[in-house]
């Protein structure tokens, strides 16, 4: 059915059926009528080359003039029961010898100057409305020194007429009425083959947010409709993944969202519910103010992590040399690892382009999250080292500890994940590992992580900078 005013594809492929059966059958049937047509022609122009003949041979025996007035006698016999062939025999002298009667040759079809050979047949009607068709020829005589005489013969083609003019009411009537079959048979056609459309139509009718899991069958739909369908079924997983990060996002947000409101509501309720002290008003004030620092950072992170999915960050490009940036942030972080009784060590040195502050962030996010679950007596270091052949820089921060389950290392960069308590004391956020992945993406980078046999190592590789640019 039309879908605000367009014209649906089936119309559109039935018309389209249609037009072309229309044509084949009208060149059919014009080839077909044209091709018995010149049947009949032929054949009469073979009779007619026949009686030609036959009159050539007469008056090539004429030597004289009576000879000569003999001839129509001669010719009388020789058409004796020969229905509907006319003869017109024109004289050396140019007056008619003879003419069969009621034939009604045209003045041109006897003309010297003008002759209706076999390839092309003059048509015209007698007096009677009867259809002729004729050709002529000079004949030359046995009469010495005169000049040839005109044959003119003709044959009556009202049965031909009659035949082609019922043959061709036949053959238009068929082609009619098989163009409208043809319409009507492809209207059948289209639709059926489109039925594995609409299936997929329904199909995906069904598919709501409770229901993303569902997807088209390949297999059951046609060859040509099967990378639409493979296409459309990574359309949904797409859908579904992201609907269900966004679910996880929604109630990961309410739940950091809620302790430190809740914190701050209890203490606030507590506080008002007997008169303090000043010094207990600020120390009140204080506890509040962590709480709001918290909320701070956790919406500037998810602020920094949503212009990152938007592609609204833009870091400034310029020559960047990491091994001094590297050996800052290992001494900033010094003092953490002393506490804990953990190495630090940084090796390797490497340019890129990018933004001095957002790398320093990103790897800096990656060497607290490395000190904060390396065990004491530990180890955690930084490489910079080239990627293979590829014109990539890996940073590397390694570090010793419990092995991460390899079912969790896919889901490390998500926002507010966590994998328990054994890895967190539960005061973050966990937004640094998104923080990382988006700054890492924004320079045209990778993040990847895996652990085994007690030892994580995260890599970032980005475009490493050529000597000389």
């Known amino acids: 059915m039309p879908v605000d005013g367009r014209a649906s594809l089936t119309r559109r ?37 026949e009686k030609l003949d036959r009159t050539r041979r007469i008056l090539e025996r004429v030597t004289t003039e009576d000879q000569l007035m003999a001839v129509p006698q001669e010719l009388d016999e020789t058409l004796a029961g020969q229905r509907g062939l006319a003869v017109a025999v024109v004289a050396p002298d140019g007056h008619l010898l003879f003419a069969t009667s009621g034939a009604g040759f045209p003045e041109t079809l006897l003309a010297r100057e003008a002759m209706a050979d076999a390839a092309h047949p003059l048509l015209w009607k007698n007096g009677d409305g009867i259809p002729m068709r004729g050709i002529s020829a000079r004949m030359p005589t046995g009469i ?62 069904s598919i709501t947010a409770r229901r993303l899991d569902a997807r088209l069958a390949v297999d059951a739909v046609p060859a040509e409709l099967a990378d639409l369908a493979a296409t459309l079924n990574g359309m949904l997983a797409r859908l579904e993944e992201s609907f269900r990060r966004l679910s996880d996002f929604s109630s990961d947000l309410a739940h950091e969202f809620r302790t430190p409101i809740s914190n701050l509501m209890t ?11 000043p010094a207990e008003y600020r120390e009140v004030l204080a506890s509040n103010m962590e709480e709001y620092e918290r909320l701070s950072r956790m919406v ?32 900033f972080h010094r003092l953490a690892a002393e506490e804990k009784n ?31 679950h390396t065990p004491p007596g530990g180890r955690v270091a930084v490489s910079i080292r080239r990627a293979g052949s590829e014109k990539n820089l890996a940073i590397e921060v390694i570090n010793t500890g419990e092995t991460i389950p390899a079912d969790h290392l896919p889901r490390l960069f998500d926002r507010f994940y966590r994998i328990g308590a054994s890895r967190g004391d539960g005061s973050r956020s966990g937004l640094g590992l998104a923080i990382v992945q988006s700054i890492v993406e924004a320079h045209g980078g990778s993040v990847a992580v895996d652990s085994a046999d007690g030892t994580t190592r995260f890599r970032l590789l980005v475009e490493m900078a050529e000597p000389g640019r």
């Open 300 to 331: 500037a992170d998810m602020l920094f992590i949503a212009k990152g999915d938007e592609g609204r960050i833009v870091p400034t490009r310029e020559r960047l040399e990491l091994a001094p940036l590297i050996d800052d942030l290992v001494e």
């Open 144 to 205: 010495a020194g005169a000049p040839p005489a005109v044959v003119g013969v003709a044959t009556d083609i009202s049965h031909h007429a009659q035949y082609m003019t019922g043959f061709r009411v036949t053959l238009w009537s068929f082609v009619a009425v098989a163009a409208l079959l043809s319409g009507v048979l492809g209207a059948l056609a289209v639709r059926r083959g489109l039925g594995p459309l609409q299936a997929m139509k329904r199909k995906a009718e």
């Open 267 to 277: 203490q606030t309720q507590v506080t008002l519910s007997r008169p303090r002290t």
């Open 342 to 372: 953990v190495v630090l060590a940084s090796d390797g040195e490497g340019a890129i382009f990018g933004d001095p502050l957002m790398i320093r962030r990103a790897v800096g996010n990656l060497l607290s999250n490395a000190i904060r």
């Open 13 to 49: 492929l039935t018309a389209l059926f249609a037009l072309v059966s229309t044509v084949v059958l009208l060149g059919l049937g014009t080839l077909i009528g044209g091709t018995v047509e010149q049947h009949f022609v032929e054949q009469d122009i073979g009779v007619l080359s």
